[in-house]
């Protein structure tokens, strides 16, 4: 009986260590331990993001700027391609246009005639193109970093 | 001054869940001291978000974060007073050999390396424009949520109807840095990993009755490639494992009290569960499935069924929120079809897809090691040498979950809901996989250990 007992403690012991052994052994390969530290500023992830996106290093510091000028309570427009780093500078824009309303026009299955066609309807006080080449003669016209340009349709309030 | 107003709010963040815990203690008392201050946390994020919201119905700006202030101090104090009164003590468990000195150093190690993780990356797309998104517009307009916002058709895409425990934790910690901050705010995240290993680690020891076991159990926690390595992870602030440590948080503290019948433990098991419905809209499940265990544990230990009222809390918040979304108007998003027999027969041939897409993520070495096999051979050990209540309770708490959140997808109302479950799975099943862990802990007991404690 102690020795039953005992063969079943071993059995047991060795079946827990080999068990363990082979999950850390087919984990460790795919856990994550790295990461790139800093910088410490209070924009830390849109700014890294949108420096990949339309490689602008104070990306959020310039939206920020670009809304002070915006008047609050008229909603602004967002058109993009509906897909990739488009999607991630429209939610940017949205993110930073508060408390301002946003209308987004998003670009898919070859609609880029009828949401312009929208766009120029839309009562809206700024269109935001994300990766989509504004119409000709669109104007003002301000390019905020590469791939994102600004079109008023109202005077920009000086601050 | 950022820095002195993060540790102010993490102070106070401490200070009220630590008096939470005090006062639900009884008299002489022994208090162990790493399972206090881990669950201190949950309450105090719980206890704060609650406040936050309530009293910004009624107030705002530094009036409102005064208030909260006021009352986290008041908490801290009113449970230290209960704690002398009642003359409970602290103890903490000192490790005992060399292997368990050497697993707590393995320990230690492994949650700096998940703070460094955490703050080398960037919030992800749900950690930003989910989570985090409210909390900076909350602090935008004084420290509370702005009525639009649930009805602004234009932001739907940020889940206005999504509870608030994280986004009022993180801005909470804004108010006191006086500005929203994405950097420091990642430092929530790993936080809640720490709380879950020091849960783990304490749960298993005490229901194992080895430490060693407890601990190593939080080691392998660690190795858990989904933490790290998917959206959903620590590192890119999802809510998904602080909502998986709660969860362990409930569960485990009714296993003890189940071994112990120790009131404090129901209490705290049941203000643990009450959180769940705030955290995350999967949390009402969670709940109800805590809920049926917790009915379960009380019928066994032959307890007064006034204790079924600890749990009613989480029904209170459900219900709060439910009429505060409709009072505000809330847009609601149509990720979900109605839930209807017909719907269902309707979309039976998505059950092959559904069935492979889960066999595929649940043996998929990349995202859960051998995890969720070794879980399997777990619960077979404990069907065979223990079949007690804490197995059903264990087994029921970790499978209707997942079979639940599996089952949604026959209702997913996405033009490709193969994307939806592909995208979803994964952190739904981080929900369960501290539990997960506390199950396979249970099963690495020695064989000769379980029989006594079976017998006894």
């Known amino acids: 009986m102690e020795r039953r007992a005992l063969l079943s403690l071993i059995a047991h012991s060795a079946t827990c260590a080999i068990a363990a052994a082979a999950f850390v052994f087919v984990a460790a390969r795919h856990v994550v331990l790295s990461g790139e530290f800093g910088p ?86 700024a269109a935001f193109f994300c990766g989509v080449e504004p119409p000709p003669g669109t104007e003002p016209l301000f390019r905020i970093g590469k791939g994102l340009s600004l079109s008023t349709r109202t005077t920009p309030q000086p601050r | 001054m950022t820095i002195v107003g993060l540790l102010a709010g993490f102070f106070t963040l401490f200070a009220a ?35 936050l919201w309530l009293g910004g119905m009624f107030i705002s700006g530094p009036v409102l974060q005064l208030g909260v202030a006021a009352i986290a101090i008041a908490l801290a104090l009113a449970g230290y007073f209960a704690f002398k009164r009642g003359q409970a003590h602290f103890f ?6 060399w292997v368990e000195w050497l697993l707590v150093a393995v320990i230690v190690l492994q949650c700096g390396v998940m703070f460094h993780v955490a703050l080398g990356y960037t919030l992800g797309w749900d950690g930003l424009f989910n989570w985090e998104i409210k909390a900076r517009y909350a602090f935008l307009n004084a420290g509370v949520m702005p009525a639009s916002y649930y009805s602004d058709e234009t932001r739907l895409m940020t889940n206005p109807a999504y509870p608030l425990w994280i986004p009022l934790t993180e801005l909470w910690l804004y108010l006191w840095m006086g500005e929203p901050h994405q950097f420091w705010i990642k430092l929530l995240f790993p936080i809640y990993y720490v709380i879950g290993a020091v849960l783990l680690a304490t749960f298993a020891s005490r229901l194992t009755g080895r430490r060693w076991i407890g601990l190593l159990a939080a080691v392998l926690l660690f190795f858990v490639p989904c933490l790290t390595n998917t959206p959903g992870g620590v590192q890119v602030g999802y809510v ?32 643990c569960i009450a959180l769940l419905p705030w955290a995350k809209k999967e949390g009402s499940l969670l709940w109800l499935v805590a809920v049926i265990c917790a009915v379960g544990v009380l019928w066994r230990q032959r307890r007064s069924w006034s204790g079924l009222l600890w749990l009613l809390p989480g029904l209170f918040i459900m219900v709060a929120w439910k009429a505060f979304c409709i009072s505000v108007e809330l847009t609601p998003k149509h990720d979900f079809a109605t839930v209807s027999f017909t719907r269902l027969v309707a979309s039976l041939p998505r059950l092959d897809w559904i069935v492979f897409r889960l066999r595929g993520e649940l043996l ?48 997913s109302d996405w033009p490709d809901w193969a994307a939806h479950m592909d995208a979803a799975i994964g952190r739904l099943l981080l929900h369960v996989t501290p539990l997960a862990w506390l199950a396979i802990a249970l099963a690495m007991r020695p064989p000769s250990v379980q029989a006594k404690i079976s017998s006894g």
């Open chain 2, 240 to 271: 998904d494992v602080p909502l998986g440590v709660l969860y362990l948080a409930g569960i485990g503290l009714l296993l003890l009290y189940l071994q112990n019948a120790d009131p404090a433990a129901w209490r705290c098991a049941a203000l």
């Open chain 2, 17 to 51: 869940g630590f008096g939470l815990i005090l006062l639900q203690v009884g008299a002489g008392a022994r208090i162990q001291l790493p399972q206090a201050c881990a669950l201190s946390w949950l309450f105090g994020t719980g206890v704060i978000s609650l406040l």
């Open chain 2, 92 to 97: 903490c468990p000192r490790p005992r050999t």
């Open chain 1, 40 to 125: 410490v500023v209070p924009f830390h992830t849109t700014n890294r993001l949108l420096a990949s996106t339309i490689h602008s290093r104070a990306g959020s510091e310039r939206l920020l700027e670009v809304f002070q000028s915006l008047p609050e309570k008229e909603p602004i427009a967002v058109m993009y391609h509906d897909e990739g780093v488009d999607t991630f500078t429209a939610f940017a824009v949205l993110y930073f246009a508060w408390p301002r309303k946003v209308q987004a026009f998003p670009i898919k299955h070859g609609n880029l005639a009828s949401q312009m066609q929208a766009l120029a309807a839309a009562p809206v006080s």
């Open chain 2, 364 to 411: 998929d070495l990349s995202h859960w090691s051998i995890m969720w096999p070794l879980l399997l051979l777990a619960f077979v050990s404990l069907a065979i040498r223990a079949r007690d209540l804490r197995l059903l309770v264990l087994f029921f708490a970790i499978g209707i979950p997942v079979a639940v959140y599996t089952g949604t997808f026959f209702f």
